[in-house]
């Protein structure tokens, strides 16, 4: 559940008295907004950004919001000063198989009277390891098992695992347990983003265990790519461009029609629709107005006869163009794709 908590400094202490003359005058009040710059995405999935936490506080500490990306405002009102916002993909706080984490954490500094967009980069934070028993490692501890420890916490890789475990960026330690006994395998310590992959050899039976890393295939980030597609706010820095991927959140469409957000119900146009940064967004400035060329697009895209649509993450590739329906948009659409 989102908590959206706008604490500004000034209010604490006013208690019973309400003197509001301590509120900073309007005129004074700044605006604070926030972006993914790029989506990571895994070779299996692309990650929903809608259920990705969003944290933002003030230099006290104070919460201004707690939850998820897809249901927060556009933008907060704050107070001039410094403001902290941290992202990610997925708690992770224990060693786990296939659980890449994503995020990013932004200090940004509100002038008085001013709009600042704090732009979030996420790249994986944790880091991946893979255990490669050779045939002769397994002949020479039959029935043994292999535990990755990380401080107090553990995870077991028995022999025919073939997926990747992922630890917090720090030590870890790796120990076989074969007819009652433990043996020490190797200490590793892990950065961010890294994925190591390690083989484990023994050159015959009963003889010494070999510990090599697989450089061909220990790649920073090898797990993982950023698309190369710009985000709604993004794409707006790169108007003129021709064929680029652009990607959001379907959130309406009819913005021919009067007011300054878009509809999201009852769409009777099927030559457009708006895309956002994030499915609650509904301010038509904030959105990507898309063309639907009349064709096979159009027809499997227009919210006229596709109204489940509305809230779906999408990507599409056209011309970024600096006004179309009042704001910035993507025309000549040619190519989608739902992740």
């Known amino acids: 559940m989102k908590k959206l908590l706008l604490l500004f400094p000034l209010l604490a202490g006013l208690g019973a008295c309400d003197d509001f003359s301590l509120l900073p005058p309007k005129e004074e009040m700044g605006e604070l907004r926030w972006v993914l710059e790029e989506i990571p995405s895994t070779k299996t999935e692309t990650p929903d950004t809608n259920d990705f936490l969003l944290s933002i506080q003030d230099a006290e500490g104070h919460l201004l919001y707690e939850g998820t990306y897809g249901d927060a405002p556009a933008y907060l009102p704050v107070s001039p000063g410094a403001y902290t916002l941290k992202v990610v993909s997925i708690p992770f706080t224990v060693p786990a198989f296939e659980r890449p984490q994503f995020g990013d954490e932004q200090v940004v ?11 979030l ?7 991946g390891l893979r255990l490669q028993p050779s045939p002769a490692f397994q002949e020479a501890f039959p029935g043994g098992e292999i535990y990755v420890r990380q401080a107090d916490t553990q995870l077991k890789y028995s022999y025919e695992e073939k997926r990747t475990g992922y630890f917090l960026a720090d030590a870890v330690s790796a120990f076989l347990y074969h007819q009652g006994n433990e043996q020490a395998l190797f200490t590793r310590q892990l950065a961010p983003r890294e994925v190591l992959t ?23 980030g090898e797990d993982y790519v950023l698309l190369n597609a710009f985000s709604v706010s993004h794409a707006r820095a790169h108007v003129g461009e021709k064929g680029v991927w652009a990607y959001g959140y379907i959130v309406g469409g009819d913005l021919t029609s009067a007011g300054k957000s878009v ?5 009777s146009k099927t030559t457009h629709l708006a895309l956002a940064e994030n499915s609650s967004v509904t301010e038509k400035a904030a959105c990507l107005a898309v063309e639907l060329p009349k064709g096979a697009l159009r027809d499997a895209l227009n919210l006229v006869d596709h109204p489940e649509l509305i809230g779906r993450q999408i990507y599409l590739k056209g011309d970024v163009v600096g006004s179309y329906f009042g704001t910035t948009g993507l025309k000549s659409t040619a190519e989608y794709q739902f992740p």
Do not use: F, H
């Not at 008085?112 to 732009?119: D, K, L, M, Q």
């Not at 083989?199 to 003889?207: A, D, H, M, Q, Y």
């Not at 509809?263 to 769409?267: A, Q």
């Open 121 to 127: 980069v996420c790249t994986m934070l944790n880091a």
């Open 109 to 119: 500094v509100v002038p008085s009277g001013e709009t600042v967009t704090a732009r």
């Open 263 to 267: 509809k999201t119900e009852d769409i």
């Open 198 to 220: 390690v083989r484990l050899e023994v050159s015959e039976p009963g003889g010494q265990v070999n510990i090599s890393v697989d450089t061909t295939r220990n790649q920073t």
